[in-house]
Structure formats: structure tokens, C-alpha cells
């Protein structure tokens, strides 16, 4: 038997004024993940505690089938084990995002895609700046995503349960002095995050995209810290190898920490340009390998965060084209299987931001009944009727666990 996980990442949304009050997934021409609601079941599952905030680290640790509520501790830790980082008990990772600040207020939480060779060059900046500290450690990412280390020499560490932060992509154009870090340790991210003000306002090569009609990063923003969690294998809960597909290092980490192999794909960008088709060939390709296989897609929800409906559309097409059209073809040919469509939370093109809520999941294949759904979308999938509550039971459901 394969499996296949598609997630296109924060698809589902409320009725845009723009789309002739449809959600995105009304408005696209989706007819693949139609196919699939109609040959399965559909229906909607909520894969974000109330109790949590909303975000593709919680959301899809429940998608996979681990309840967030007991294994997770925080984004960054997911996303240092992606760069094969490892932590101490007392070690703590934090997300620094390079991003801009214009008049007190966040322009853009990604510096404006700022480059790779210039997002390194300001993350050395800000390590040089901490040289005397040997507790703090920067680790350049890929472009505005980066990491910032604390480790805990001593045993001991400044942050603590309460220790609260918040996305940058989740306060866009808002002004940042009633969302900066709070609770233990909170002056020590405040006291980074002000040093590296000073610092880029003086780095030339920075600045010099001001001439270019381009955004500067203003600042580094430090959110999602936690400790490293102890995560079950994937193996030992459903007993099948598998492996992931995805340009986003959240993901990557996830995956390793499952003992899933993590398969790079040529032009994934983890943006609205990434290559759709290879990242479905690279599917076909791994099943050969794997049993399961997660296609993750960034590209939705990087539209919600820019409040593009148009952008948000389009990616959904290109993913029902490029993506589940060819690895359900593929899945028919091979024998028994079964191919589950589902994001991992909600972004509001209204918001720009992350919700909670229910989102659609759409299931065919082997043994799966169909509840005669004809379309996927959110509207739909809430008449079918078929409602999961705790979004970590979807997994025991795809693998017929009960």
C-alpha cells in the first residue's frame, strides 16, 4: 500500500469580496482535488488547539498525527533540527526573521525576500556582536529565515514557559512596540533585537538596497523559542518508511525528527514561484522508495501573508495541475493506496495571518468509502457531516489505525 499527504500549506479561507464571495478553493479550478472528494470521503478537521496559537509548527505535528498539545515545544527547535542541529536539555533555539520596520510599524516580515548572500552577511553581523557572549550563537537559514541559538552552559537558561512571542507574519503593518517578547527572558530578545537596528542602519551593503528601490532589513524579530521535544518515530506509530517533500526548513525539521528522509527538489522556492511539477515528480519518483510520501506546498499560504486572493488561486491551480492530477494518476497505476489532500490551518487573506478553525481534508483510495461530495472546499466539506475535532486522530484514520 502507498500513501500520499498533499498539504497545501493555509488554502483554506473565508468568502473574499474580490473572488465573488467564494473562498479561494470555491474560486480556483481545482477539478484533480475534486476528483479526490468524490472518489473518497470529505470532510473538516481542526488541527489547532484552541489553547495554542496557530501555525504550521502545531498544525501539522497534529496533521501527522501527534497531538500538539503533549509533543510540542516550540517552532524553532523544529526548525533547528532541519539544519541538523542538535540541542541540549536546557539549550533553547529562537527564530530571528530578518524583516523591515518602517514608522514603528511591520512593512514586511521577510526584509522583502532579501536575498540569501545579504541575510547571511547581517546574521554574521549580529554574531560578531555577541562574540563575548559564549551562550548566544546565530545561524544564518535561507533568506529572511534564520535562527538564533541559546546555549545553556551552565544548565540554566533565561526563558521559561512563559516567555511569549509573537510571529512577525501574523502583525504585519501593525506597529511592533505592543507585540515585542514578553515573560522570562524577554529583555535579553529585546536587547538583541535593538542592537541589530544600530547595526543595519550602518551596514552598506544593506542600506544600498534602499537605491535599488528595494527593502532593507531594519531589524532582526526573535519569536517561536522552545526546547527540543521527544517526538515517537513515525515508524513505530504506523509502520511505514517514509519521506517528505517540502522547501520550508519547519518541515524539514519535523521530518527528521520522525526519521523521515527529507528529499530536496531543484526550484522549490518555498514561495509563490516554486516549481510545482518537480516537486510532483519528485513524489512519483520517492514512492519508489517509500511507502508514505507528505507534498508539502508553502505558496498558499505565503499569498494569505501578502493578502494576494489572486496569488492564493493561482497557487491552488498549479497544485491541483502539477502536483495531485500527477501523483493520483500515478497512485491508480500501482495497486492499492490511498491519497489524502489537507492543510494544515487556515490564513485569512483578510488577516494576513494564521487562524484557528476548521479546514477540509479530502481522502480516496483503497477501502475508502465515499460520502458523494462533489467538490473540495470549505462550505462543502462542513455539510458532509464529517467532523474531527482533534486533528491528530486524521493520521489513525488514513492508515485505517481506528
Known amino acids: 500500500m502507498k500513501y500520499v499527504l498533499i498539504i497545501p500549506d493555509g488554502c483554506a479561507d473565508e468568502p473574499q469580496a474580490s473572488l465573488g464571495d467564494k473562498t479561494p478553493l470555491q474560486a480556483a479550478n481545482v477539478p484533480h482535488m475534486d476528483a479526490v472528494a468524490q472518489a473518497g470521503e470529505l470532510g473538516q478537521t481542526d488541527n489547532v488547539p484552541e489553547s495554542m496559537p ?6 501539522t505535528m497534529s496533521l501527522f498525527g501527534y497531538d500538539p498539545v503533549v509533543f510540542h515545544t516550540g517552532r524553532a527547535p523544529l526548525e533547528a533540527a532541519a539544519q541538523g542541529i542538535e540541542l541540549g536539555p536546557d539549550d533553547w533555539a529562537i527564530r530571528c526573521n530578518l524583516v523591515t520596520v518602517t514608522d514603528g510599524c511591520l512593512q514586511s516580515f521577510t526584509a522583502g525576500q532579501i536575498p540569501n548572500d545579504l541575510g547571511e552577511h547581517l546574521i554574521g553581523l549580529m ?10 550563537k546565530f545561524h544564518p537559514g535561507v533568506s529572511y ?59 552598506e551593503l544593506n542600506q544600498s538596497r534602499r537605491d535599488r528601490n528595494e527593502l532593507p532589513a531594519t531589524q532582526i524579530w526573535l ?9 515517537t518515530p513515525f515508524v513505530d506509530r504506523f509502520g511505514v518508511e517514509s519521506a517528505v517533500i517540502t522547501a520550508v526548513d519547519l518541515l524539514r525539521g519535523i521530518g527528521r525528527l520522525l526519521g523521515w528522509d527529507v528529499v530536496e527538489v531543484e526550484g522549490a522556492t518555498g514561495y509563490t514561484d516554486t ?12 514512492l519508489k522508495s517509500k511507502d508514505f510520501v507528505v507534498v508539502h506546498v508553502e505558496a498558499t ?21 502539477d502536483i495531485v492530477r500527477s501523483v493520483h494518476e500515478h497512485l491508480r497505476q500501482q495497486g492499492d493506496y490511498r491519497l489524502l489532500v489537507c492543510p494544515d490551518h487556515p490564513t485569512f487573506l483578510r488577516t494576513k495571518t494564521h487562524s ?21 472546499d470549505e462550505v462543502t466539506a462542513a455539510r458532509t457531516g464529517l467532523t474531527l475535532d482533534e486533528g491528530h486522530r486524521l493520521m489513525n484514520r488514513f492508515f485505517a489505525r481506528g
Open 223 to 231: 519569536w517561536g523559542q522552545g526546547r527540543r521535544p521527544a517526538l
Open 54 to 59: 496557530s501555525g504550521s509548527d502545531v498544525g
Open 356 to 376: 484557528h478553525g476548521y479546514v477540509p481534508f479530502a481522502m480516496c483510495g483503497s477501502d475508502v468509502a465515499t460520502n458523494s461530495a462533489k467538490t473540495y
Open 127 to 136: 554574531q560578531r556582536a555577541c562574540c563575548g557572549d559564549a551562550h548566544w
Open 145 to 203: 529565515r534564520n535562527l538564533l541559538l541559546y546555549r545553556a552552559r551552565d544548565g540554566k537558561a533565561p526563558f521559561a514557559d512563559d516567555t511569549h512571542s509573537i510571529p512577525p507574519h501574523d502583525i504585519t503593518d501593525q506597529p511592533i512596540d505592543e507585540h515585542l517578547p514578553m515573560g522570562s527572558g524577554a529583555c535579553d530578545l529585546r536587547a538583541l533585537m535593538e542592537k541589530s537596528v544600530e547595526l543595519f542602519a550602518d551596514d
Open 301 to 321: 499560504d505565503e499569498a494569505s501573508h501578502e493578502g494576494d486572493a489572486v496569488a492564493k488561486v493561482e497557487a491552488l491551480e498549479r497544485i491541483d495541475t
Open 275 to 286: 516549481d510545482y511539477a518537480a516537486k510532483g515528480r519528485a513524489a512519483i519518483e520517492t
